[in-house]
């Protein structure tokens, strides 16, 4: 039998002063959908990838392989009532607002990194997903199903390259549906 075809969503944050590495492995573009839409739902995800420059991508493993890497961020849009839209060209990139600007820093509990933070702005936000330009390839073969068990182990990190044994990809075999590494 061969190895099954899925998709790794997944959201990362260096670990820091925040730190973020969850993956939601699935076998429909529709899980991965509304998997998407409640961590995008979540205002501090906001200010993960406006402030700390999240990674958000989706990788496609055909036959347990990875076989494309998905950079999510220029097809993402945040509307918060009363800002212009906030759209990305990649993590730590945002466009519509400069979250590092002198009039960002100069605002005590009220810059909008800081709304992102606490949760403020959250019933005013609304984030769209363009999926209708994302080029996502089917899936090859037979799709992961819940119950699998599936690897990550050759996803490109760069710890992975430093050769830390304790990178996530080196974590092994991973139960479908939601993982969390940092809990």
């Not at 899925?6 to 590495?21: C, M």
């Not at 509304?34 to 961590?39: G, I, K, Q, R, S």
């Not at 739902?41 to 347990?64: F, I, R, S, T």
Request: glycine share 10%; with cysteine.
């Amino acid at each position: 039998m061969h190895p099954k075809s899925y998709y790794d969503l997944r959201f990362w944050v260096s670990p820091g002063g925040a730190s973020k590495d969850v993956h939601y492995l699935r076998g429909t573009l529709d899980e991965v959908k509304a998997d998407l839409a409640a961590e995008l739902a979540e205002g501090m995800n906001h200010y993960l990838l406006c402030w700390y420059g999240a990674e958000l991508a989706l990788d496609v493993y055909q036959h347990g392989r990875l076989a494309r890497t998905i950079d999510l961020h220029p097809f993402v849009t945040i509307d918060v009532e009363g800002y212009p839209p906030i759209t990305f060209t990649g993590p730590g990139e945002p466009v519509g607002h400069d979250f590092s600007s002198d009039e960002e820093q100069s605002v005590d509990d009220g810059s909008l990194s800081d709304l992102f933070f606490m949760g403020e702005v959250e019933q005013v936000t609304t984030v769209t997903v363009d999926w209708a330009r994302i080029d996502v390839p089917a899936l090859l073969g037979q799709a992961a199903q819940p119950g699998d068990l599936l690897t990550i182990s050759d996803r490109p990190y760069d710890d992975a390259e430093a050769g830390d044994a304790d990178a996530p990809h080196e974590a092994g075999y991973l139960p479908y549906g939601y993982v969390d590494f940092e809990a």
